[in-house]
């Protein structure tokens, strides 16, 4: 693989219902999103492009670093993937 990188939110379901990566072309850099309904969104996390945007590979994965006693579930439902 290539560069790898994460950063954490503090994880609130009612804000993060929805989750977006999104390539701003003017500034060239990705923007890292959640959003109660799908049309707000609020911003975590910035970055510059460090890869052609036609190298990304998405992974979707859950869990946790810790022991949890209740973990709940979770599912990741209508993914899309758009390039322009």
Not at 32 to 52: A, F, N
Not at 56 to 66: A, P
Request: net charge negative.
């Amino acid at each position: 693989g290539g560069p790898r990188e994460y950063f954490l939110i503090a994880y609130d379901p009612a804000r993060d219902r929805h989750w977006r990566i999104r390539h701003d072309a003017a500034t060239d850099r990705l923007h890292y999103e959640t959003s109660p309904d799908g049309q707000s969104w609020i911003s975590h996390h910035s970055k510059p492009r460090l890869i052609p945007i036609t190298s990304l590979h998405v992974e979707l994965t859950s869990g946790t670093w810790q022991a949890e006693g209740d973990i709940g579930k979770a599912i990741f439902d209508d993914v899309k993937v758009a390039v322009p």
